[in-house]
């Protein structure tokens, strides 16, 4: 017997949501998740993020800083504020390396912070070690710790 507990449900399928202004972006994150058989739901802004997420809490959530009608920093201080999304892991992606920029970013609340241009197998990689509680390797973060 393993040692699952039947009491814990885990999902056959994870789901991940993909929020970015960029469509190419969102389609090339998106696609790159699929094949490695994520559930993917996309969102442009943070606004539209916020509801998604609220709706259907997702496995985990892929998250630009710079983005109209509700930036990536006040989404997920509001996801990360409300009981329904609060352990819901948020991997900030930015092309800001600002260190204002990334001090905002752990203020809100974000799990884990990467560099823009971020190659898709490197979102995965970082995905799977949130999910199993395991620190994302420093040669791919953007915290310092």
């Given amino acids: 017997m393993s040692g699952v507990s039947a009491l814990t449900p885990v999902p056959a399928v994870l789901h991940i949501l993909v929020v970015d202004d960029d469509e190419d972006i969102r389609s090339i994150y998106a696609e790159s998740l699929e094949l490695n058989g994520f559930q993917v739901q996309h969102a442009c802004d943070g606004q539209q993020a916020l509801a998604a997420a609220l709706a259907e809490p997702p496995s985990a959530v892929v998250m630009d800083l710079d983005m109209p009608v509700m930036d990536g920093l006040t989404a997920t201080h509001r996801l990360k504020r409300d009981a329904r999304t609060m352990r819901v ?57």
């Fill in 89 to 145: 892991p948020i991997i900030v992606v930015t092309g800001s390396t600002r260190p204002e920029e990334l001090q905002r970013a752990r203020l809100a609340g974000c799990d884990a912070l990467l560099a823009k241009p971020c190659p898709p197998d490197v979102i995965i990689l970082a995905i799977e070690h949130i999910l199993r509680g395991e620190p994302i390797p420093r040669r791919f973060s953007a915290f310092d710790d």
